[in-house]
């Protein structure tokens, strides 16, 4: 675009108008501006275009320019969303069907604001599948999840914790994904407003073994074949998290990396707070129940007890940090490095996280983000599920510090 710029002279009073390229504030500079009367100059403005200086020019930069990112420039997870399914990382039903999650988490995020006012705090009643308590949150919280991924019409099956079989969608009209999902982790810390969260993975479907499904509930027909469609962890297309806490974090990979989103309240929006999150090779923070410490093989106990002598480059023992949710433990582990274990015992002889939709999903997060996730013997995404609520013992965490614990396990 060209435009006129006018100069004006003191000495004569004449004004003169040439076309000048258009120059941006930042290409200009002041200098003064001698009269031709030969008196002494008079301070005025003038334009004049650095990169046009002549000879005297300095020599263009090699090195493009790097954007500057306005403070107020802010990337939210639907925005996110779509840029991944420009760049053919997920497809349009992917898309709709990790919204719809999104969703889910921001009611349970409200509700547990709010859990003591509306009176939604303490036990239901009931038990779930392994016979654990339900909170009045798990119910709630679980119907939150199905309500938000049926109306998606993208979601072929659901399975979680809450439900004692896995769940035909009727209302799919395209679409066949496997949404596996524990709606509350953490739920006994409700009620003592502590940190919770809800942790989820996203199967395709085994195209061998569709069926027809005309009850919301599957027999045992039905399950055994759904156990087959998913799969190990390791044919995840998406896993993530979302922590409840001072802050609400919504964490996630669609295999290209981990990236975490803040919950902003003001405008009710999943801003990226966390791109390409990386976690830290090793770590001086290790996570263990060590109320079971008398419970466990004598080679892990070997282990802690190491963990807990001097040394390292302070000369200080580890940190023993132990929130009771995995999520949480999860969160700080993908920041700051170090290990979290949930071993088998002589009361659980398969530990107590369930492998379809806690420890798999959380195990694909951490080695997207460069972490390591261990049984104690093989990798947990090689694991491949016999039944939906199978529980699994775990070692995930820096790739140092689960290599550290096989020395002793091995």
């Not at 403070?71 to 497809?91: C, F, P, S, V």
């Not at 709709?96 to 995020?109: F, G, W």
């Not at 297309?237 to 990979?253: D, H, K, P």
Request: net charge negative.
């Amino acid at each position: 675009m060209l435009e006129s710029i006018q100069t004006f002279s003191p000495a004569t009073t004449v004004f003169s108008t040439t076309t000048k390229p258009h120059l941006s504030p930042s290409h200009l500079r002041l200098f003064r501006h001698e009269t031709t009367t030969g008196k002494p100059p008079i301070s005025s403005l003038s334009c004049q275009a650095v990169a046009g200086a002549g000879p005297t020019t300095p020599a263009a930069s090699t090195t493009p320019a790097r954007k500057k990112k306005n403070r107020y420039e802010m990337e939210n997870l639907t925005t996110w969303l779509l840029k991944q399914e420009q760049a053919g990382h997920i497809d349009a039903e992917l898309t709709i069907v990790l919204s719809s999650i999104s969703l889910a988490c921001k009611q349970i995020a409200s509700l547990l604001q709010r859990s003591s006012i509306i009176n939604i705090t303490g036990a239901q009643g009931t038990m779930n599948i392994q016979g654990e308590d339900q909170k009045k949150l798990d119910v709630i919280s679980n119907e939150l999840f199905c309500n938000c991924l049926r109306s998606t019409g993208r979601t072929g099956i659901i399975a979680s914790e809450e439900e004692d079989v896995p769940v035909a969608v009727e209302e799919t009209d395209s679409g066949k994904y496997i949404v596996v999902f524990d709606p509350i982790d953490g739920s006994a810390n409700i009620d003592i407003a502590l940190t919770t969260g809800s942790i989820f993975g996203i199967y395709a479907p085994d195209e061998q073994c569709l069926v027809d499904y005309d009850e919301d509930t599957l027999d045992q027909a039905k399950e055994k074949c759904i156990v087959s469609v998913c799969q190990p962890g390791s044919n995840l297309l998406a896993a993530g998290y979302c922590l409840y806490s001072s802050s609400v974090v919504f964490t996630i990979s669609i295999g290209n990396g981990v990236h975490g989103f803040t919950l902003d309240p003001a405008y009710g929006e999943f801003v990226l707070t966390h791109e390409d999150i990386k976690i830290p090779k090793s770590g001086r923070i290790y996570s263990f129940n060590e109320g079971n410490y008398d419970l466990f093989d004598p080679k892990l106990q070997n282990y802690l007890n190491d963990l807990r002598k001097p040394g390292g480059p302070a000369g200080k023992p580890y940190s023993g940090r132990y929130i009771g949710c995995l999520v949480g433990e999860i969160h700080r582990m993908l920041l700051y490095g170090g290990i979290y274990g949930n071993p088998d015992n002589i009361k659980a002889k398969n530990g107590n996280l369930r492998l379809l939709y806690e420890c798999a999903p959380m195990s694909y997060l951490v080695e997207q983000a460069g972490g390591k996730a261990i049984d104690g013997v093989q990798r947990i995404l090689d694991i491949e599920p016999k039944q939906v609520h199978q529980r699994t013992p775990i070692f995930i965490g820096s790739p140092d510090e689960i290599d550290k614990l096989m020395s002793y396990l091995a």
